[in-house]
């Protein structure tokens, strides 16, 4: 594993660390139309990520091989948005601004299941910039080691403000700074883990990277439609979550293109 594909997997991992230490640096608790704004930049980023860094790549990866093109993207988005809703129907959970818990009945506190919440959120993320690295390791002519780059770069933006929204309310409620900025942290050390394990696995994985492409898009949509799409837009400040929706939309689209 060189040292180019370890930085591009690291990096989103890094993002969530940055915004969860914005608990030693902000005393209150973030603004509502700010963590509206944020969400839907989060949004805006995954569903072009989805389009640009996964599916084309993935129909144009088929295409090459001479396959059907449409068949992995498609199978790979209905199993990926599956498999996503499996977890989040069985995994015991809280969503941020919730007092309801989610999945099967547990013992657990709200900070743990905060936890699990956005562990949840990052499973596809560390999936998807996983297999795309693996695609680059595996010289594959669709995707650029500058399209990996701006992939794994896209997910580290969105992921700072996240690293805050997970943090910041954990403050506020029953966790010293210290404790809440932990959370943070290992809400994101599923993404680099998956990445690697990703990597590792190449050789096994190689013959079904249009369909592991297409399963970390539909996962990543998932959680855009289930989670960050409805916090964004609930109560007051709706538009604001749209407007941060089509600002990271269109900087990912914009990091991609232009990079990759």
Not at 59 to 85: C, D, H, Q, R, Y
Not at 129 to 141: I, K, Y
């Amino acid at each position: 594993m060189n040292t180019a594909v370890l930085y591009g997997l690291l990096l989103p991992f890094l993002g969530t660390v940055l915004g969860a230490g914005m608990v030693f640096l902000l005393r209150e608790q973030i603004s509502s139309w700010l963590q509206k704004l944020l969400l839907g930049f989060a949004a805006g980023v995954m569903i072009a990520a989805s389009v640009w860094s996964l599916l084309i790549p993935s129909i144009n990866m088929t295409a090459a091989s001479g396959g059907v093109e449409w068949l992995p993207a498609v199978t790979g988005f209905l199993a990926g948005m599956f498999s996503l809703l499996v977890l989040d129907t069985f995994v015991p959970h809280m969503h941020i601004g919730s007092s309801e818990p989610e999945g099967v009945k547990s013992g657990l506190g709200r900070s743990a299941m905060l936890l699990f919440a956005v562990t949840l959120h990052n499973i596809p993320e560390g999936m998807a910039v996983g297999v795309v690295f693996a695609s680059v390791m595996a010289d594959n002519a669709e995707i650029t080691m500058a399209a990996a780059m701006a992939l794994s770069f896209g997910i580290a933006i969105q992921n700072f403000p996240e690293g805050a929204i997970v943090s910041m309310p954990l403050k506020s409620s029953s966790c010293s700074r210290r404790r809440a900025f932990t959370y943070g942290v290992l809400s994101g050390v599923v993404e680099p883990v998956a990445a690697i394990v990703t990597i590792l696995l190449i050789d096994i994985l190689h013959p079904v990277l249009p369909f592991l492409l297409a399963f970390a898009a539909g996962a990543m949509m998932y959680v855009v439609i289930e989670e960050l799409i409805p916090e964004s837009q609930n109560g007051r400040h709706s538009n604001i979550g749209t407007v941060g929706a089509a600002v990271g939309f269109a900087l990912m689209m914009l990091l991609d293109v232009a990079l990759g």
